[in-house]
């Protein structure tokens, strides 16, 4: 819940800054544009204070789950535990009253059997009066709770919904407005298409296939070169060893 709260305030600061930003480009720009951002500005400004106006609801909801929380259930745990306790008690006590009457001297022991048949009783009326709060504490629990997520509950989704219709109108307002304005061009992305396209070719497998192949065509065509110059050079040492015979 407390993030929740803490999102909703982030948001709207978010909003805030937006509003801001176009805000001062608004100003300035004096095209079409600059209206538009001066008109969206104004909107995000509403739209951030109206939702500042959702947090009144969800703090009262916070409040009311804390004290629910530390109060309620806190009290009907302590009392489940005095039960746990008082059931414990009990249930020691009846080992002790069986041999308490198992040992029994009616001379000599009476009085302490009945000592011990007191203790038992008097366990067995506080387990049954606890257990029987603990049952009362839980219905009263479950009621309390329902009865309080119903009025909380109400309350904020109310808010939410007069915070969305009032949105949903003011930026269908805006949207009208902006009919019959021509879209924006966007000129860099286009001068920066050319490149992009580039860039895809030369990432793609076919490019890569590609260049493969012209490397290898090139090798070859040095391979050969290399064999031309060798050949030619074997044929200018030929014809001057044998100059001098034919002399």
Known sequence: MEQYQNNVLFLSHDET??????????????????????????????????RLALRQPLLRLYNEIETFRHRAVTDTLMTVKRMETARTEYRG???WLKDASVQLDPEKQLEKFRRVQSQ???SKLEYDRLKSDVIQKIDLLTASRCNMYSHVLAAYQKALLVFWEKSSKTMSAIAESF??????????IKDLAEPSRLLAERNSSAFIDKTKHEK????????????IDLNQSNDDSKGKSYSPINK
């Open 17 to 50: 800054d937006m509003a801001r930003f176009l805000k001062g480009y608004a100003q300035v720009d004096k095209t079409r544009a600059g209206k538009m951002m001066a008109s969206v500005s104004k909107v995000l400004a509403y739209t951030a204070q109206q």
């Open 93 to 95: 006590s009846i080992p």
């Open 120 to 122: 038992v009783k008097t």
């Open 179 to 188: 009919k019959g304005y021509q879209h924006y061009e966007f000129t860099v």
């Open 216 to 227: 290898i065509e090139e090798e070859e065509k040095d391979n050969q070169d290399q064999l």
